[in-house]
DNA sequence: TTGATTTAGTTAGCATTGCTAACTAAATTG
DNA sequence: CAATTTAGTTAGCAATGCTAACTAAATCAA
């Protein structure tokens, strides 16, 4: 079935996951929009809730973001009520990031809106597919 | 090795997914900065290096965006002599887009850089991991 | 054929999200 | 205790997304 002709270069894997991640983007960007939020707030945000709070450097460091790019998202989740932030016991210096109740529905709500379009399509394929495409997620995370 | 557990749900796979290609365009983006042309253009020269010249129109289309940020980023390919525009003989409106042979050497190098880091990395995996990124690469695609 | 509509593209203006530079203030180190 | 490092902010720039409003060419309908 799968194809055995020949080993698909680094290169071109490169290449083919890089045009991948921008189209999938593209195509997620929309039902995000929607919601109202901005695609690397909601992705922050997502940090804070499955990976629990955290400062803003340590949020910065796991979004592969500078400071002060952190720094402006954090306040305007805040602003919108989707975080707070409360200052470290330990660092004076530091401030701990804390999703809402408002912030964990909203990522859900963003979540259900990928579903219903991601998910409606993932759901089509066979499910060996779609095991391939978790596993792939899985090696992609690990690339970085 | 690999979980037999439980099939992954698609709610869950759409999850992973969106999260392996932020932080996958985030690593890229890097590279792509540093060859000064954004992965934006980069991404609309490699459609016409590689699907050929286009209107302005099948290229938002093709990528996703709409007409006026494509108008936008075609004016800057063609200011930074990445690009021409020449006029459809049929329709008078259109024009069509080609890569000028400074943009396709432009393409090779973003793709060498890419090479270079992502690559690099795909390069320490089992082939059989290389060869899964693969395919899902064109499920990706496919799913749009 | 002409008048109305559609289609291709542009321009203007706004929002988001990335960056660096330059700063403050707290923590650490010598 | 002075010097340095670290956490975070502010200011300002660039890229890239959007909608609204326009021009001009093509098409459709009467």
Known sequence: MTERASPPAPAVVADRLHSAAIHLLRA???EDRALGVGPAKLSALSVLVFGG???IGALARAEQVRLPTMSRLVAALERDGLATRTPDP???RASRVHPTAR???VLRQ????????????????PEA?????SRA????????
């Open 28 to 30: 997620l960007r929309r």
């Open 110 to 125: 963003g979540r259900a809106r990928r579903v219903a379009t991601l998910a409606r399509r993932l759901e089509q394929l």
């Open 103 to 105: 912030g964990r529905s």
């Open 53 to 55: 709070p955290r400062s």
């Open 90 to 92: 330990e660092d004076g």
């Open 137 to 144: 997620a899985e090696l992609i995370e690990g690339l970085t």
């Open 129 to 133: 597919d779609r095991a391939l495409l």
